[in-house]
């Protein structure tokens, strides 16, 4: 039971209550509790909001329309937050970045999704939304932004202008780009822009309600910026305020009404605040839920691009059925919460306006059906083999070998004293590299949660080489149990330390006999011939 969690919409969760809770024991894939006995996690937010507790497993339903049935999921259990989050009426936070622990990621590992879910927020008063696990049929009006999966953790989009009320920003391209680039984040409500962006959008903003009241927001210590005297009608707002545009790569705009970018005054009638605030120091743009407000969101990630397309979210279903009709797709399928949904089609191709560049490998068979990275039953694993083809020439790859294993390494999150060469041939411009990942130096397997992770990123293509490194396929791959150890490699720490102490116990015993030796009193030699002190003549007496 958490102590220091805010009250919520539905009651607490009591693991007690429930008979498939189990906690994640500790192991080397996750931080411990100061007993090493539970995972423990800590993740902290945008407004500073912190939400920490232990990690735990349990039956996970998705409601009575999901085709999902319900699936065994890791899971944060909270005793602790602050924040916002503790203040928020929600229970808290999903989690649906990249990452093992991401639902997402754990439903795809599963073969029961395929890697792309959508969401779609509500508007200002509506409030609501949807969530679509798996792939849908994108309608043909979506717009699309790359989204780059190495650029960071989080989901990018490729942000190259802003316009306000039709007028272009006076930014240049590459404040957009720095350090994170522009991040689209759900789980975070309002939207932050580096000083520079946010200055820009606030003057021309001000410019175009140069007629309005400004007042004071809720919270004065926040100091927000607000207007009064409007139309308390949501769609009247765009009367008064004016669009924003925000422009992608590829020329491509995603229009922002006024509801994507302002809030209701809590305290004053016919009050609508800014949500779009300044990112501190930090150069990130951060673009929140507000930004979203009844925009269906597509998280591609399979294709590496996001699509926006502009709806009422609370007639989503209906909609979806009328711009698109749903076409028949292989397995896995779409699992919808909370609403069924079409079958998923292919998405539509370079939509990211990014070509993908031709891979000519040798022919090799391909499976019948989606490949499922299952391994059958829990196993230890004291290696896993990968085979690469790369359509990079040997001569130019060979002197980088180095700096492609440390790069895949630092990629699938493993050290790289764990990843060892096996083999490096070519045939023609294609490069076959034979590699290895065994156990950190303080393990002695790799788990299967672990190793299903790792196969599955390379055979599906979520790491994406530098470019002068080319394109890459995996091959073949293979997980092998633990070597054998003969008798004398299992106990010959027990005998080290056995003649260890037996040689310790020596030393001492000497020591010890030594010092006895010191401490008795010294009786002075005599030769055997001398004469005792008590037999010496004496002088003769007259």
């Known amino acids: 039971m958490c102590e220091k969690c805010g009250t919520h919409q539905d009651p607490k969760f009591q693991p007690e209550l429930s008979s498939t809770y189990q906690p994640v024991k500790?192991?080397?894939?996750?931080?411990?509790?100061?007993?090493?006995?539970?995972?423990?996690y800590e993740r902290q937010y945008a407004e500073m909001s912190v939400t920490s507790g232990i990690l735990a497993e349990d039956v996970i339903s998705f409601g009575n329309l999901s085709e999902l049935s319900p699936q065994r999921i890791v899971f944060g259990c909270e005793t602790e937050e602050t924040g916002e989050l503790y203040r928020q009426h929600a229970d808290g936070i999903i989690g649906l970045g990249r990452g093992d622990l991401s639902i997402v990621d754990q439903l795809v590992e599963k073969g029961v999704i395929s890697d792309s879910f959508s969401l779609c927020y509500g508007g200002m008063d509506v409030g609501g939304g949807a969530m679509v696990l798996g792939g849908i049929s994108a309608p043909s009006d979506m717009i699309f932004s790359y989204s780059d999966p190495v650029r960071s953790p989080y989901y990018n989009i490729d942000l190259?202008?802003?316009?306000?009320?039709?007028?272009?920003?006076?930014?240049?391209?590459?404040?957009?780009?720095?350090?994170?680039g522009t991040v689209l984040d759900s789980g975070t409500t309002f939207a932050y822009f580096p000083e520079a962006v946010f200055e820009a959008f606030k003057d021309t903003i001000m410019k175009e309600l140069n007629s309005l009241k400004q007042v004071s927001g809720?919270?004065?210590?926040?100091?927000?910026?607000?207007?009064?005297?409007?139309?308390?009608?949501?769609?009247?707002?765009?009367?008064?305020?004016?669009?924003?545009?925000?422009?992608?790569?590829?020329?491509?705009?995603?229009?922002?009404?006024?509801e994507n970018y302002l809030f209701r005054h809590s305290k004053v009638q016919g009050a609508y605040c800014l949500g779009i605030f300044q990112n501190g120091m930090d150069p990130t743009t951060l673009l929140g839920g507000i930004i979203v407000r009844n925009t269906l969101v597509t998280y591609d990630r399979k294709d590496s691009k996001i699509g926006f397309w502009k709806t009422n979210c609370s007639e989503l279903w209906e909609r979806l059925h009328v711009t698109s009709a749903p076409s028949p797709s292989p397995s896995p399928s779409p699992s919808p919460f909370p609403f069924p949904s079409p079958s998923p089609s292919p998405s539509p191709s370079s939509s990211s306006g990014k070509e993908n560049s031709t891979f000519e490998m040798p022919p090799i068979s391909a499976p019948e059906e989606s490949p499922i990275y299952a391994l059958i039953g829990e196993i230890e694993i004291g290696e896993i083999s990968l085979d690469l083809a790369l359509n990079v020439n040997h001569s130019y790859l060979k002197p980088r070998l180095v700096m492609l294993l440390e790069f895949m390494a630092k990629e699938l999150g493993v050290n790289g004293s764990q990843v060892h060469l096996l083999n490096f041939t070519s045939e023609g411009n294609i490069s076959f590299i034979k590699w290895s990942i065994v156990p950190s130096g303080s393990a002695t397997y790799i788990s299967n949660t672990t190793a299903i992770n790792i196969i599955s990123r390379l055979a599906e293509h979520r790491l994406m080489?530098?470019?002068?490194?080319?394109?890459?396929?995996?091959?073949?791959?293979?997980?092998?149990?633990?070597?054998?150890?003969?008798?004398?490699?299992?106990?010959?720490?027990?005998?080290?330390?056995?003649?260890?102490?037996?040689?310790?116990?020596?030393?001492?015993?000497?020591?010890?006999?030594?010092?006895?030796?010191?401490?008795?009193?010294?009786?002075?030699?005599?030769?055997?011939?001398?004469a005792a002190r008590e037999h010496e003549l004496q002088p003769l007496q007259s």
């Open 465 to 530: 080489l530098p470019d002068d490194l080319g394109n890459y396929q995996l091959v073949q791959w293979e997980v092998k149990p633990p070597s054998k150890q003969t008798w004398w490699q299992r106990q010959y720490l027990v005998v080290l330390l056995g003649i260890m102490m037996f040689i310790i116990a020596g030393l001492t015993a000497s020591g010890i006999w030594l010092w006895s030796r010191r401490r008795q009193p010294q009786i002075p030699y005599q030769p055997v011939d001398g």
């Open 160 to 180: 190259k202008e802003m316009h306000v009320a039709g007028k272009k920003l006076d930014l240049d391209q590459s404040v957009f780009d720095r350090k994170f």
């Open 218 to 258: 809720a919270v004065p210590s926040y100091n927000d910026t607000c207007f009064s005297g409007i139309s308390s009608d949501v769609s009247q707002l765009s009367k008064t305020f004016p669009t924003i545009e925000l422009v992608f790569e590829n020329q491509q705009k995603l229009l922002l009404t006024p």
């Open 26 to 40: 500790c192991n080397l894939d996750c931080n411990c509790d100061k007993d090493r006995d539970q995972c423990i």
